[in-house]
């Protein structure tokens, strides 16, 4: 309203210009105003759009580098269960062959007490057959002494 009693004081100096024609240039001045209005928010329109369209390029970029990461922690996360599975089996094993070992030491220890005892009955052996030759031997000799 200012801006037009602007323009209705200026147009008041100036005999040249009717009414029909303020009316017109306030139209004008109108129309342009809305235009330029227009052509602002349009480019607003489109300076914002670009922002989005690059926002969402930028989302999408993020997106796929946190994908590629995301599978490159899930390769690295299986190969490091492939080790710990190794190592686990690999510990399993050689618990295994700790009781086999250990198996075998009690083993063996039997083993060795038999061997010790029959070494000692090898050893009682030869007495014993010494000892059943004298037995015979004392035998004939008792017999021959009867028969005098």
Not at 9 to 37: F, K, P, Q
Not at 112 to 138: D, F, H, T, Y
């Amino acid at each position: 309203h200012d801006r037009a009693s602007r323009l209705d004081s200026g147009s008041g100096s100036s005999s040249t210009e009717s009414a029909a024609d303020r009316v017109l240039g306030r139209t004008g001045s109108y129309t342009r105003r809305e235009n330029r209005l227009a052509s602002l928010s349009k480019t607003d329109d489109e300076g914002s759009s670009k922002e989005y369209k690059k926002m969402y390029e930028d989302a999408l970029a993020e997106n796929e580098k946190l994908k590629s990461r995301l599978e490159d922690s899930k390769q690295e996360l299986a190969k490091i269960r492939m080790q710990l599975e190794k190592v686990t089996q690999k510990h399993d094993r050689i618990s295994e062959r700790s009781s086999v070992l250990e198996t075998e030491k009690r083993e063996k220890r039997i083993l060795e007490k038999k061997v010790s005892a029959m070494e000692e009955e090898l050893k009682a052996l030869p007495q014993l057959a010494q000892l059943q030759a004298l037995r015979r031997r004392n035998q004939c000799l008792l017999v021959e002494n009867r028969a005098m």
